[in-house]
């Protein structure tokens, strides 16, 4: 079988790697570079805490997938099992913590509480007054700007055709499949895979699929090095958004930082997302409640990146509702780092095979219409 994959991020180069593993004849069509959009602007967070009960399945077989990165891709992804621990500053977060892992229990995922004690033995500098946490200990998380370039070049020794600088001008469903119409030649296949991430709504609008998608930008930074001594992930449970940061400390020893930043829309003409220097300083003091040292560290770098947000939070994946041979995968609201390869691993199952062994219809398309 022969299938266009439209978006050369995490999702595209990890679905093109998993289609071409089963046999399938890929080409992807990418507009810029490959992993140059929302997935190089990730954090690199590999989480389950905190997600809707009904990712967790694909979560947990993304985190398998995370674990032989480096053996099946050939090159170090820097995906380090370090944990991730979630601190709680106030009654109300531990009550959502408590909440939250004995519904996922049953999915899986069992939480470690920590005391203030515990915390301060195994989490020295962190959060000084909280209450408790949560921790994960097979989480952790990876390097953005590596991962959709090594799953692309591994797509590509297994012969899958990888094709960069390629606007799509139009695409056609026809009798004997699809037909994309780019900049550098007309390519076709008989299935199409959609993950073309903020810009999917688009795609799937051009075979009568409307959804609510909203583009937005994250704020991240990053600070100068330091000596290396922050292991996991750390973020927090609130339910105030002005608190809801989080940060990492890289190998390299900078701490990189998110969140406690409104996301601010998008144009998707030309889709750059751009960082605001305004909301640093009330940024920083979200993180500098996690981590009290980084109000001594110089900030080198901040970004942002065009996100497709869902209406519902959840992804759009699955087959289209409309047109046969179509299947679609965007949408991940901002937490899809994680799931990129568990995701590309079940499309290439239900292209190749006709079902996925891992339940995603929670996730189908046409979830918003009338009656679906």
Not at 41 to 62: D, E, K, M, V, Y
Not at 126 to 137: E, K, N, Q, R, T
Not at 212 to 220: C, E, I, S, T, V
Not at 337 to 351: C, N, R, T, Y
Request: aromatic share 8%.
């Amino acid at each position: 079988m022969d299938v266009i994959v439209l978006g050369g991020g995490l999702m595209g180069t990890a679905s093109a790697y998993f289609l071409a593993r089963r046999g399938a004849r890929v080409t992807l069509i990418e507009r810029n570079r490959i992993g140059t959009g929302a997935t190089v602007a990730s954090f690199g967070n590999i989480r389950r805490t905190g997600r809707h009960l009904s990712q967790l399945p694909l979560a947990h077989r993304s985190l398998r997938l995370w674990g032989e990165a480096e053996k099946m891709l050939g090159r170090d992804v820097e995906f380090r099992a370090t944990g991730h621990v979630r601190l709680i500053f106030d009654e109300g977060g531990l009550a959502d913590m408590r909440a939250y892992a004995q519904a996922a229990r049953p999915w899986g995922l069992e939480l470690e509480e920590l005391g203030p004690r515990e915390i301060r033995a195994r989490f020295r500098g962190l959060g000084p007054d909280a209450i408790a946490a949560s921790f994960s200990p097979r989480d952790g998380s990876g390097n953005p700007r590596l991962i959709a370039p090594a799953f692309a070049e591994a797509a590509r020794k297994l012969g899958a055709e990888i094709v960069e600088g390629a606007e799509v001008q139009t695409i056609k469903h026809t009798d004997s499949g699809f037909l994309a119409a780019t900049g550098k030649g007309t390519f076709a296949a008989e299935c199409l895979l959609n993950t073309a991430g903020a810009w999917g709504a688009r795609i799937a609008a051009q075979f009568g699929e409307e959804v609510p998608l909203d583009a937005r930008g994250p704020q991240m930074g990053v600070t100068e090095p330091l000596p290396h001594r922050i292991l996991p992930v750390v973020g927090l449970w609130t339910r105030d958004k002005d608190h809801g940061a989080y940060l990492r400390q890289v190998e390299r020893g900078n701490i990189v930082f998110g969140g406690a930043a409104e996301r601010v829309p998008v144009d998707l003409d030309p889709g750059y997302a751009t960082a605001d220097p305004r909301r640093l300083p009330a940024q920083l003091r979200a993180v500098v409640r996690l981590l009290p040292a980084i109000a001594q560290v110089a900030v080198i770098r901040t970004w942002s990146g065009c996100e497709g947000y869902m209406r519902d939070m959840l992804p759009v994946m699955g087959r289209s509702a409309t047109t046969p041979g179509l299947f679609h995968a965007f949408g991940f609201s901002g937490h899809g780092f994680q799931l990129g390869p568990g995701v590309g691993d079940a499309m290439a199952e239900l292209i190749v095979t006709d079902r996925c062994e891992t339940p995603i219809d929670d996730f189908r398309i046409n979830r918003f219409s009338r009656g679906a």
